[in-house]
T-cell receptor, first 114, second 114 residues
Framework: DTEVTQTPKHLVMGMTNKKSLKCEQH?????MYWYKQKAKKPPELMFV???????INESVPSRFSPECPNSSLLNLHLHALQPEDSALYLC?????????????FGSGTRLTVV | AQSVAQPEDQVNVAEGNPLTVKCTYS??????LFWYVQYPNRGLQFLLK??????LVKGSYGFEAEFNKSQTSFHLKKPSALVSDSALYFC????????????FGAGTRLFVKA
């Protein structure tokens, strides 16, 4: 299995809702990432997990809450989002500590906040 | 600090002609350079990387990239473009001094005309 699977593919949520994005990989990668991508812009790093521990938080607002329950799963919990949070949310994975390796990305979750 | 520049927002090329997508970088220490491609509503796909060794790196789908240390460039090339190559291309850089962070360029949209 050489894929990163993200669910759901599309999500529409109100500003008072609570929802979660899910990411799963079975490649044995122990580093997992959340990126946010606005239209026609490069991905922006949000969080990095290494061996299931949060290693980088790029000053992301607390309405985004990551969770890594095990080595194969990565969640992003969403609460009280704003319309400007609408974007494509990408999950990626890699071998940790291997600066030389590229990332494997999922297809993303297209989030719309109304 | 690391940075990546893609000077062209869009590159237009006729099918069958060679294509070049430009990338320059700034990093402390040895750079690890990557190219990714993104099709509409999809995640990024890894194309190729430069770690060390030969300056000409070959990757997926017939793409190659040339590392030029003196010009701090890592241009993506393909000898004969296909319409199906039309997509958004991102150059990215990592380094040991940058830790786990991958810095992406702004992206270049490639349009191949039949």
């Amino acid at each position: 299995d050489t894929e990163v699977t993200q669910t759901p593919k599309h999500l529409v949520m109100g500003m008072t809702n609570k929802k979660s994005l899910k990411c799963e990989q079975h490649m044995g990668h122990r580093a997992m990432y959340w990126y946010k991508q606005k239209a026609k812009k490069p991905p922006e790093l949000m969080f990095v997990y290494s061996y299931e521990k949060l290693s980088i938080n790029e000053s992301v607002p607390s309405r985004f809450s990551p969770e890594c329950p095990n080595s194969s799963l990565l969640n992003l919990h969403l609460h009280a989002l704003q319309p400007e949070d609408s974007a494509l949310y990408l999950c990626a994975s890699s071998l940790p500590g291997q600066v030389k390796d590229g990332y494997t990305f999922g297809s993303g979750t297209r989030l719309t906040v109304v | 600090a690391q940075s990546v520049a893609q000077p062209e927002d869009q590159v237009n090329v006729a099918e069958g002609n060679p294509l070049t997508v430009k990338c320059t970088y700034s990093v402390s220490g040895n750079p690890y350079l990557f190219w990714y491609v993104q099709y509409p509503n999809r995640g990024l796909q890894f194309l190729l990387k430069y770690i060390t060794g030969d300056n000409l790196v070959k990757g997926s789908y017939g793409f190659e990239a040339e590392f030029n240390k003196s010009q701090t460039s890592f241009h993506l090339k393909k000898p004969s473009a296909l319409v199906s190559d039309s997509a958004l291309y991102f150059c990215a850089v990592r380094s040991y001094t940058g830790g786990f962070k991958t810095i992406f360029g702004a992206g270049t949209r490639l349009f191949v005309k039949a």
